[in-house]
T-cell receptor, first 116, second 117 residues
């Protein structure tokens, strides 16, 4: 079974600085998708960024970018120019492409604090 | 385009009662997923449905829990004879019909917070 590990329960960053959140996963599949979701205090789950495993180029969405290392099964999220509104729980998620089910497997999350 | 809608947002039940959670997917989405989030935990998959079909219920507890997605109307997650351990946030997500490129991104609703007294 696939597993997703986020080894940093909490992280903090100064406003306008850069922070990197770690995520590793375990799978025997070669094709899959990886996601980062943000959960602010409202607890709404918001998609931040998505990466297809067959793409070598790292995904980027404005201030958010990923470092996808397929061989190492690593998928870290970099937040540049951090803003107060970035404070939230961040969840890394895996989704396979086999078997007919497309369930997401989530890590336990990293709580990000942004200091003014 | 309205997002995924869930109601109620908060639900309080006493032990032994039934809880019904509703989810209306985004317009045009025919795939619905239910996840449960316990305090201080990530989301755990429960069930995946398409219209009138359960595709994957591998994450559903064997007893007391059921889900449906009828041809008309919202998807329903039903918990019978609730116990305190059912207290959690229940999230629904939806996605478009599976395309040639593979699974589509799931978009989440705001969740239903269930509290069992």
């Amino acid at each position: 079974a696939q597993t997703v590990t986020q080894s940093q329960p909490e992280m903090s960053v100064q406003e306008a600085e850069t922070v990197t959140l770690s995520c590793t996963y375990d799978t025997s599949e070669s094709d899959y998708y990886l996601f980062w979701y943000k959960q602010p205090p409202s607890r709404q789950m918001i998609l931040v960024i998505r990466q297809e495993a067959y793409k070598q180029q790292n995904a980027t969405e404005n201030r958010f970018s990923v470092n996808f290392q397929k061989a190492a099964k690593s998928f870290s999220l970099k937040i540049s120019d951090s803003q107060l509104g970035d404070a939230a729980m961040y969840f890394c998620a895996y989704r396979g492409m086999r078997g007919g089910s497309e369930k997401l497997v989530f890590g336990k999350g990293t709580k990000l604090t942004v200091n003014p | 385009n309205a997002g995924v809608m869930q109601n109620p947002r908060h639900l309080v039940r006493r032990r032994g009662q039934e809880a019904r959670l509703r989810c209306s997917p985004m317009k045009g989405h025919s795939h619905v997923y239910w996840y449960r989030q316990l305090p201080e935990e990530g989301l755990k998959f429960m069930v995946y449905l398409q219209k009138e079909n359960i595709i994957d219920e591998s994450g559903m507890p064997k007893e007391r829990f059921s889900a449906e997605f009828p041809k008309e109307g919202p998807s329903i997650l039903r918990i019978q004879q609730v116990v305190r351990g059912d207290s959690a946030a229940y999230f629904c997500a939806s996605s478009l019909t599976k395309g040639l490129a593979g699974p589509e991104t799931q978009y989440f609703g705001p969740g239903t917070r269930l509290l069992v007294l």
